[in-house]
């Protein structure tokens, strides 16, 4: 397969290098692609360049699947980590706000990718949802990853203390996450953490070649059962991870501001 590429930006900051890149093969797809990644090669967002508003990767389209189909009528979320913006750009006319810690990423959505929604707040994911009022977010969508590593403070017990203290009673957290199919500590970490914040969790995978393969997981954890029609999950499959040790700020020397 003939696979060719042109970048259009390569940008520094803060130590990671994030690119912008226009190819016409993406995950052996033909077409024409933009495609916001780290130089790590980790594919943060894509855009269709012939149909922009087709949501181009499963995981967005899944999400945003489970929001509509399980609250209809949502009036607010607040999402940790913007990418491209897909999902605040779906559903741009909700009061969508959007925590993004990379000012380079909140500017290229609008330059690169054409992302016209909400505006972006640049800082701390958890800190800025510390800033919302209890008890207000009808969901809080979780899919923050630098080319650095996992922001641990994102999934401690005291953050599912604090997403559940700004949910509402029928509100749910919604995280995309990478790992091992079985027996990844980061995983069953998320999942034990999450069993122990919310009454009603469920897990979906898209299923790996092999078992010890990463792949794409959506977790969920709500107060209220979470419904799915899985022939419109994009692929993912009902999966849950073995329940781990939950994680703690004082691991990582955390302290909330």
Wanted: no cysteine.
């Amino acid at each position: 397969m003939n696979i060719q590429e042109k970048v259009l930006a390569r940008i520094q900051e803060h130590g990671s290098e994030i690119t912008v890149t226009d190819t016409n093969v993406l995950y052996e797809e033909k077409g024409r692609f933009r495609v916001l990644g780290f130089a790590d090669g980790d594919v943060q967002g894509a855009m269709d360049l012939d149909d922009p508003r087709r949501i181009v990767l499963e995981y967005p389209r899944a999400i945003i699947y489970l929001m509509e189909h399980n609250e209809p009528g949502f009036e607010r979320a607040f999402i940790i980590g913007h990418g491209i913006g897909t999902i605040a750009g779906y559903f741009a006319d909700r009061d969508m706000r959007t925590a993004e810690i990379s000012p380079a990423i909140a500017s290229i959505s609008r330059t690169y990718f054409g992302y016209a929604g909400p505006e972006v707040n640049v800082g701390d994911g958890r800190q800025l949802l510390n800033q919302e009022a209890d008890g207000s977010l009808d969901y809080i969508v979780l899919d923050a990853f630098t080319e650095k590593g996992t922001p641990w403070h994102l999934f401690t017990r005291e953050f599912w203390s604090l997403a559940d203290l700004k949910l509402n009673e029928r509100g749910a957290v919604l995280l995309n996450v990478f790992g091992r199919g079985q027996r990844d500590s980061f995983i069953d970490a998320v999942w034990a953490g999450l069993s122990e914040a919310f009454a009603h969790i469920r897990g979906f995978a898209l299923p790996p070649d092999d078992p010890r393969d990463t792949t794409n997981r959506i977790l969920i954890g709500g107060k209220r059962a979470a419904q799915a029609k899985l022939g419109q999950m994009a692929g993912f499959q009902p999966a849950e991870p073995e329940r781990g040790t939950v994680l703690e700020d004082e691991m990582f020397g955390y302290r909330q501001e």
